[in-house]
């Protein structure tokens, strides 16, 4: 019965905004059909042009130096050549069958354009340039109304307006250069804007984020998020999905309810909401064209789905990071985190963090104090919960003991670590992530002081390496820690109270 109110309640909530959208695809449309999306043969790009160093002519470069660079055919009726390639006039010039087509040029050229794609019956029209819903303009809403039409009832479909398009990590497509050595992984994204989908690709190879496929999908007039997020949830190579939204485009917020729904359940879905005040409402109007609903309905919609909601792009960032490093090979029981720290200090502000963050901290089994207690040869050390070590920790043997008793407690769900500059090395992680390959408990590490000293930096440089090559979930900020875990947690509460099955094997 609430789940039913809900439902009422978004409808209601949409049809006021309901002035500009559009119907999303068709009920008999076959997804499987966005394999070629991701994995094109051919690709044209009309508007090519070797004057302009910005905005799309970033593609060009990128596919120069893909796996596409003898099936890519810019289209300019002013060029014979660009960069090398031969140019053609119009893409019904192109005598090969073509999956995807990038339009790069001014609005008023687009629906012409536009009909020679339909004719060539190119199933893939990625429109990168902008002016159209966003600007608020009536003939912007005019021009994405006519675009609409001309693809009525074709096997042409739409990404965009205003966005970038697919991204695809497996075989090295993207729109710049620069992402196309990221390391393929199981994250899959999506994003209203461009910028964000960017900064996502060059964060997560500073961070190791791995991920899968992506899109850039701009005003959504076509295709939308609801779309692409039915498409990953039947990826089989896909295990978290994340993306940054400002509106259901041409969607109902009923729509993504309902496949929110079916799609929670069997994977993680990360949101990060835009547009949550009444200055970023206006932000995003202008951004992508969209009309912002609240942030209350979207937290409904999470709390019923198991979504996990951020608001900033740190949070974006590390609740991509924990998911996939996590989910589904360690599953907690519950919310109890045992915090094991060499030295002194970092306990006390630790403990105060995660608390806050609705974690608990309990006291170790009288078992457990008892052997840590034996292990140690100072007396008035902390050995309930946080440990906190003293100077006994920096003994490597004694610390590495003392982690092994904490994983074997059965109060103890989440292992965190806090450590000290000084006590950061290869030698000391590579036993440490021993340790942790024995068990199917989280572990999280903590290296709060990192960023400080460029000599720290520069030592944690194999470090880091190596937390990466064996997939290590750490973090630079003890709140960041604390604030990813718990939502973490949030959604294993979620799936366990639904009954959904949760398989700890990739």
Known sequence: MYILAFNLRISKKIKQ?????????????????????????HIAFIGASEKSRFGAMLYLPAFKNSK?????????????????WKCYSSVLDIPFPVDTTYISVKTKYIPAVLKECVQKEIPWVVIFA???????????????????????????RIIGPNCLGPYNATEGMSFTFSAKNNTPGSISF??????????????????????????SFGNQLDLNCVDFLKHFRSDSTTHVISAYL???????????????????????????????????????????????????????????TGAIIVKDNEEFWNAMKTFELLFPKYIPDGRNVGIITPGGGSS???????????LKIPELTLESQKKISEVLPYENVNVRNPIDLGASGFVLEIFLKCIEIVIEDTNIDIIVIPLWPHFI??????????????TSKPFVFCMPSIADSSELAQRFSSVKKILHEERVLYFFSLRDAARSISLYCDYIEFLKSHDYNISNEQ
């Open 17 to 41: 905004f309901k002035f500009f959208h559009i119907q999303m695809a068709p009920e008999d449309f076959n997804f499987d059909k966005f394999d070629t999306l991701f994995h094109p043969q």
């Open 190 to 215: 999506m994003s209203q804007s461009g910028g964000h989908m960017s900064q996502l690709l060059d964060v997560g190879y500073k961070r190791d984020l791995r991920f899968r496929y992506g899109v």
């Open 246 to 304: 400002e509106s259901f485009g041409s969607a109902t917020g009923y729509d993504f309810f309902l496949e929110l729904k079916k799609t929670g359940k069997i994977k993680p879905v990360i949101i990060w909401k835009g547009g949550y005040t009444k200055d970023g409402s206006r932000a995003a109007f202008s951004h992508t064209g969209a009309i912002v609903s609240d942030l209350k309905l979207w937290r409904s919609m999470a709390k019923q």
């Open 425 to 438: 090395s290869s030698h000391i992680f590579k036993n440490m992530i021993k340790i942790q390959k024995s």
């Open 130 to 156: 902008s002016g159209f819903s966003e600007t608020g303009d009536s003939s912007g809403l005019k021009l994405e109304q006519e675009l609409k039409q001309i693809i009525k009832g074709t096997n042409t």
């Open 348 to 358: 006390v502000n630790t403990t105060d963090l995660f608390s806050s963050h609705y």
């Open 68 to 84: 596409w660079a003898e099936t890519f055919y810019p289209v300019n009726p002013k060029y014979e050549k660009v960069l090398g």
